[in-house]
């Protein structure tokens, strides 16, 4: 009974007289203007805060370096925090994870 009402029900209706059409019915140029505009307004901020934490990482990095600099002539003179003295000279045991080295004089 619910099926054959459903059925029997007549279609929508199509447009009538003076109505709009699907294909009149756009924001036009002052929809894009302001859409343009709001895109525009949302955007600046996120690119002026990109900017800044460029800034903050280049500044960070050149930090960095500098105290890498610094850091290298006093680890040249400093024999003990050089790599070349302890137990891992003998090649069988490498803090790095790294493979054990090659012996100068071992065959190969």
């Known amino acids: ?40 307004v949302a955007a600046i901020p996120l690119f002026r805060s990109m900017a800044k934490h460029m800034r903050r990482v280049e500044h960070n990095a050149e930090l960095r370096r500098r105290e890498e600099e610094a850091a290298a002539p006093q680890a040249e003179h400093d024999p003990a925090s050089s790599d070349d003295a ?11 994870g790294g493979p054990p080295r090659e012996q100068a004089g071992s065959p190969s």
């Open 1 to 40: 009974m619910i099926l054959t009402a459903l059925l029997a029900e007549s279609p929508s209706p199509g447009p009538q007289e003076g109505e709009l059409q699907p294909w009149e019915v756009s924001p036009g140029i002052l929809g894009f203007i302001f859409g343009f505009f709001l895109l525009a």
């Open 86 to 96: 302890g137990p891992s000279d003998d090649g069988a045991d490498r803090s790095d």
